[in-house]
């Protein structure tokens, strides 16, 4: 059945039936008591085979609304997310921070504690429904949302998620709120039999004038530069920047990049990098970047003329942004450049400019390459593992169409990823959580890849780990996390020593409000949801590990754990734990001999992370250590004997694969 047949129903079914007329496949909820309406048309709806979304259970918020976030960015349409009045909403913000940041469409509907104290089915009936009301619950949103609404008795249900849905999937894309008072659901409902159809919108087109403006002055420039962070996440837009900076000679710099937006073996991809050449640009095209350069550390030229491009170029919803702009275009920049390299081929080639950019852009990609190359080839046999090791060994081993998250672990570039759509990285929002849930949200998205999370500790225990196992074993979501732990904050440490380079906290012995110690034992997380736990520590075993949690695979549960009802599963965590009984004090004698020091992107920035671990292994539940002399020897027996390995290992739905690693200073 459509649902379609003008019956009467619930409010609450004919929720359920428009959220799958507007495309919503998918609703992440953590029910409250405010769900009882949706509880039973759920049942009713199962009864009379309507179309209406399917609903999984995800009892955190936060990982709720990453989920939704990543399952967008993958599938391009967006999830719907269902919380428990004021309380659940409060627990969405960090994650529907990064949502808005990054521009993800989602619908986020909450319970509104019940209007009436009494003379209704769904009227209050506990404590709670006292407590939890607000006099404007919508307020605890509205940063962050497009719109927020509360459903009427009598309204539409149909014409309200239609509006709902517009204008989240309008540009610039943002989530949107609806609240849902109990009553309010549980009254009758007529359902439409001529519903509204979905709203086709229109992308916003940039003006071809400008554009012919902008066409000009790079014609005339002699070192134009392209800045970019997220473009790649219009797929479409990957292969019109790579035409356009191959055909011209245009490099293209990448800032702190969310996403594929060149494949990384394309001769003009200058990566992170390439913000190096800044200064040395006449022309700088900006194009889906918030924030192409750190004013207090480099601007660009006094001459140089600056153009954003972009459906928001101007960021409007940041309070305060202030960068060099002698032109804003409005406009999809995938259109924008199309049109750029049209009105660039009908002018004259400076071929004497370009081949000068050509030979200024090899001889800095062989440089950097070399750099980085030799950093890996030491990392190979040095103590404790490097992120750039990480990245490679994750690049080696990933399938062509995997997918990789990444949220305060490995720099993006040191994946070397060429495919568009592979790579989903934290937003600016800082809102920590994003990787456990988008990681399961890309999976929803796309069951038949792989997909790889590299996250700190701290975004480890932001990203509520014993939700995300629940899930990803109810849901049958496996998907394979490295935790690079250095048990600190060091964002925070980096940020107080870039305001006091030399203050008093920067000479501590121990750094207040910096340590995550005692460091907990993040396997034991994993092994509550039936894990294979691996800790390593030799870069040597660090391939075979990821091949092996690559290919690990379900096997039939024990009679004991089948009597309890339990799903077949191997779920591997895989951990490269920092070295114990380090003092705070010996870390802080470390430094001022100048030893490397945990730093934040990459190795080749201000203070070098690195990792060291003891490896250990358990076999559903069953946990083995070996000695120190023996570690690596027993891990590779036990890999053989009991992980069966074979080319579509993960598209078993009772896998989960978890890697932490736990990064600690030199």
Not at 333 to 355: E, H, I, W
Request: hydrophobic share 40%; net charge positive.
């Amino acid at each position: 059945m459509d649902g379609a047949s003008n019956t009467t129903i619930s409010a609450a079914e004919g929720l359920l039936r428009a959220l799958k007329r507007r495309g919503v496949d998918y609703v992440l909820a953590n029910a409250g008591t405010d769900f009882a309406p949706i509880i039973e048309g759920l049942v009713r709806a199962a009864g009379r085979k309507d179309a209406i979304p399917r609903f999984i259970t995800v009892p955190h918020e936060n990982l709720a609304v990453a989920m939704a976030h990543g399952y967008y960015q993958v599938a391009a349409k967006p999830a719907g997310v269902m919380v428990h009045v004021t309380v659940g909403t409060g627990n969405t913000i960090c994650a529907l921070m990064n949502a808005a940041r990054d521009n993800v469409p989602l619908l986020l509907m909450a319970g509104r504690t019940p209007l009436t104290q009494d003379g209704h089915i769904a009227s209050r009936s506990a404590p709670i429904h006292w407590g939890q009301e607000n006099f404007d619950q919508g307020g605890i949103t509205r940063e962050y949302t497009k719109w927020d609404f509360e459903l009427r008795a009598g309204q539409p249900v149909d014409e309200i998620v239609g509006r709902a849905l517009d204008i989240a999937l309008s540009e610039p894309r943002g989530p949107v709120y609806l609240t849902l008072p109990r009553e309010v659901l549980a009254n009758p409902h007529k359902d439409s039999t001529t519903p509204l159809p979905p709203t086709e919108i229109a992308t916003p087109q940039p003006s071809a004038r400008h554009i012919d403006a902008l066409a000009e002055w790079i014609a005339a420039a002699e070192f134009p530069l392209i800045l970019t962070s997220n473009l790649g996440r219009d797929l479409g837009a990957v292969g019109v920047l790579a035409e356009l900076a191959e055909r011209h000679a245009i490099p293209v710099a990448q800032p702190h990049a969310s996403c594929v937006n060149l494949p990384a073996s394309h001769p003009f991809n200058l990566g992170h990098a390439g913000t190096e050449l800044l200064g040395k640009a006449d022309l700088l095209l900006v194009v889906d970047c918030e924030v192409p350069w750190y004013p207090r550390y480099a601007t660009p030229r006094a001459d140089a003329k600056v153009v954003h491009l972009g459906v928001d170029p101007l960021f409007e919803r940041y309070p305060h942004r202030a960068f060099t702009a002698q032109l804003a275009i409005t406009g999809s920049s995938r259109v924008g450049l199309q049109l750029l390299d049209d009105a660039l081929k009908a002018r004259p080639v400076q071929r004497a400019a370009a081949d000068r950019r050509r030979a200024v852009v090899a001889e800095f990609k062989t440089a950097k390459a070399a750099q980085l190359a030799a950093t890996v080839e030491r990392a190979r046999s040095e103590k404790p593992i490097r992120y750039s090791y990480v990245g490679q060994c994750v690049h080696d081993a990933l399938p062509k169409d995997g997918i990789v998250i990444t949220e305060l672990g490995v720099a993006a570039d040191h994946f070397a990823l060429e495919e568009p759509g592979s790579l989903l990285a934290v937003s600016i929002g800082g809102g920590l959580g994003f990787g456990l849930g988008a990681s399961l949200g890309a999976k929803l998205a796309a069951p038949h890849r792989m997909v790889v999370s590299t996250i700190g500790d701290g975004s480890y225990m932001f990203g509520n780990p014993t939700p995300f196992h629940l899930v990803s074993r109810a849901a049958k979501l496996p998907t394979l996390t490295i935790v690079c732990n250095n048990g600190r904050w060091q964002a925070v440490e980096s940020a107080t020593r870039v305001v006091y380079p030399d203050g008093a906290a920067a000479h501590a012995e121990e750094m207040p409000l910096v340590e995550l110690q005692p460091s907990p034992e993040f396997t034991k997380v994993a092994e509550a949801s039936d894990a294979w736990a691996r800790r390593v520590d030799d870069p040597a075993e660090l391939p075979r590990a990821i091949d092996a949690a690559m290919t690990a695979r379900g096997r039939p549960p024990s009679a004991a754990r089948r009597s309890h009802g339990a799903r077949p599963a191997l779920k591997v965590a895989l951990i490269l734990r920092r070295a114990e009984g380090q003092a705070p004090r010996a870390r802080t004698q470390a430094r001022r001999r100048g030893l490397p020091r945990c730093g934040r992107a990459s190795d080749t920035a201000r203070g070098r992370r690195r990792s060291a671990a003891r490896c250990t292994s358990a076999v559903g539940g069953r946990r083995r250590r070996s000695s120190a002399s023996h570690r690596s020897s027993n891990a590779r027996r036990s890999s053989g004997r009991r992980v069966a390995r074979a080319g579509q290992t993960l598209l078993q739905p009772s896998v989960n694969t978890t890697w932490r690693l736990r990064f600690r200073r030199a």
